[in-house]
């Protein structure tokens, strides 16, 4: 049970019934479990003060992961024999659960990451929101893209066969909480959103930088089973941290009833899942959103017009929850001028001014800490604002100013290290000198999610050869705004070419999500009762058309 010392002792702001809520162990087949009890507990620090949290969580045993794994394979079978309305009516429980919990998750989730409450209820509202939106798009069904072609017994010179195709789930995920994203994209985000509304079970892997608030919502998703009727075995959550965190990721992806796995983080650790899951005797697709660097182009008109405002937008934007958001920019190119240089004077100033904030946890920090540390000793870079971050060890303090480097497109060219994220309120400015040179820097940029242009009115032939390059490597392409803030809907990509993501033709965010767990099944010549509802033909869904003179059905 948790710890009943007071919250302030533990230097955070947890009340004693706040931490009574949390009890440390996994969530198994809908119990509380403590099979194999973990001989190192590992603990939550509250930022910025770096101080450990009063209550100690148990990273799952082998026997936990492979209890969860067949659970949820039980599970992936009894939910095919379900309605898409009993998945709809979970998706909306979750969402009313989550709300349900108030006040006291915000409390942890403001302790364990050191995002401000407003912040949290945002994230909270969005994650909210996206479990409604997928369950009114199952509700709606033709997210399965149904086809019917009809067929004809009496063709000449051969019959053609009756053939219907829609998607199918894979099985059951793994989703990888990611570590700035305490809600959104952990144990009921987006990625565990998206995979229960296709009919995936889903296991939840927590992070360690925040395993109170991912048992908080885990216990409400649970109750949400619980509820609506569903195997127990439909949703998990294996606590992971301290030194087995690794190896608890490692065991879930290689399990075989794992079929696929959502992560959220880092180029490093994205990677080296890929490998694991392509290693297996029967490889699972693993998508992975990782490094974005979020290029951003300021042409000449519009920084001669708006240089200033500019400014104010991109000084906002990288400071945006301290720079640890997957969309902050961290490079900047515009050409050398007078106007250019206005604009690198005030943003200066704007970070130069703006006071430390707290990091996400001391490995976060850490992170960032080597990271500014490369650039200010590359040769040919000058730091224009902030200083560089130090990790002192008898100070547990985790908070971090931002920082501005200024540098050239020939120093950017030739130091490869200046092409990589810095996960914080940093960012880049690199000075071209001819506008072949900007196009050049274009063409240089790695695959990101996300690429800004700034352009005026006079600037519509520069921008459109921008453009041109642009879209080849990123999924989402901004004109006079910034990139933080990323919409839930439809038309929304949150992905991108390698290194941000390693399945480029897939989003993270809005109703496409969906497509992600899910594969083309077609039956050919299959007896209805042998159908999905959603291809039988009395289905009120299906309607006759006419495609290139061939009578067809479709689902819409």
């Known amino acids: 049970m948790a710890s009943t010392t007071h919250a302030a002792t533990a230097g955070a702001t947890l009340q004693d019934q706040q931490l009574q809520l949390v009890t440390g162990h996994s969530i198994v087949n809908g119990q509380i479990s403590t099979q194999g009890e973990d001989p190192l507990p590992f603990q939550a620090f509250a930022s910025p003060s770096g101080v450990p949290i009063a209550l100690s969580f148990h990273a799952a045993s082998a026997s936990e992961i492979e209890h969860a794994a067949h659970a949820a394979w039980r599970a992936f079978h009894l939910l095919a024999q379900r309605t898409r309305d009993d998945r709809a009516l979970l998706?909306?429980?979750i969402a009313a659960n989550i709300d349900a919990l108030g006040d006291d998750l915000v409390a942890w989730a403001c302790a364990e990451t050191g995002l401000t409450a407003a912040r949290i209820r945002a994230e909270r509202d969005r994650t909210t929101f996206t479990l409604k939106m997928f369950a009114q798009l199952v509700r709606e069904g033709t997210w399965v893209r149904a086809a019917i072609d009809i067929g004809e017994p009496t063709r000449k010179p051969i019959p053609r066969p009756d053939i219907r195709r829609m998607l199918r789930p894979l099985g059951p995920v793994a989703v990888f909480g990611a570590g700035n994203f305490p809600l959104a994209y952990?144990?009921?985000?987006g990625d565990t959103a998206s995979a229960l509304a296709s009919g995936c079970p889903v296991i939840v892997k927590g992070h360690p930088g925040h395993p109170g608030t991912g048992e908080l919502v885990a216990h409400a998703?649970?109750?949400?089973?619980a509820e609506s009727g569903l195997d127990p075995g439909t949703f998990?959550?294996?606590h992971a941290g301290g030194p087995r965190e690794m190896e608890i990721g490692a065991a879930l992806i290689r399990h075989p009833c794992i079929r696929a796995v959502g992560f959220t983080g880092s180029l490093e650790g994205g990677t080296a899942l890929a490998k694991i899951a392509s290693e297996r005797p029967d490889p699972i697709p693993v998508f992975a959103e990782m490094g974005s660097t979020n290029p951003v182009f300021l042409l000449k008109n519009a920084l001669q017009s708006q240089g200033d405002s500019i400014a104010e937008k991109l000084a906002a934007s990288i400071t945006s929850s301290n720079g640890q958001m997957c969309t902050c920019p961290g490079l900047i190119f515009a050409l050398r001028d007078d106007a250019t240089e206005q604009t690198i004077r005030h943003l200066a100033t704007l970070l130069e001014n703006a006071p430390p904030q707290p990091m996400l946890n001391r490995r976060t920090m850490e992170v960032l800490a080597r990271r500014v540390g490369e650039v200010t000793t590359t040769e040919g870079v000058e730091l224009r604002a902030g200083r560089?971050?130090?990790v002192n060890a008898r100070n547990p303090t985790i908070a971090s100013g931002p920082a501005l480097f200024r540098t050239t497109l020939a120093s950017f060219r030739a130091k490869r290290t200046l092409h990589k994220e810095c996960f914080g309120p940093v960012a880049i400015f690199v000075l071209c000198e001819t506008e072949q040179e900007l196009l050049d820097a274009v063409a240089l940029t790695q695959g990101s999610l996300t690429g800004s242009i700034?352009?005026?009115?006079?600037d519509a032939t520069l921008s459109a050869k921008v453009q041109a390059i642009l879209e080849h490597r990123v999924g989402r392409l901004i004109f006079n705004g910034v990139p933080t803030g990323v919409e839930v809907c439809t038309a929304m990509t949150h992905g991108g070419p390698f290194p941000s993501t390693n399945q480029p033709h897939t989003t993270a965010v809005g109703a496409l999500a969906i497509e992600r767990w899910c594969r083309p099944v077609t039956y050919q010549n299959a007896p209805d009762q042998n159908l999905p509802d959603e291809l039988k033909s009395e289905n009120p869904l299906a309607i006759e058309r006419v495609v290139n003179g061939v009578e067809?059905?479709?689902a819409v």
């Open 454 to 458: 700034f352009a005026g009115a006079m």
């Open 221 to 225: 998703i649970t109750k949400s089973v």
């Open 388 to 390: 560089a971050v130090v």
């Open 91 to 93: 998706l909306d429980r």
């Open 236 to 238: 998990s959550y294996l």
């Open 552 to 554: 067809t059905r479709a």
């Open 186 to 189: 952990s144990a009921a985000g």
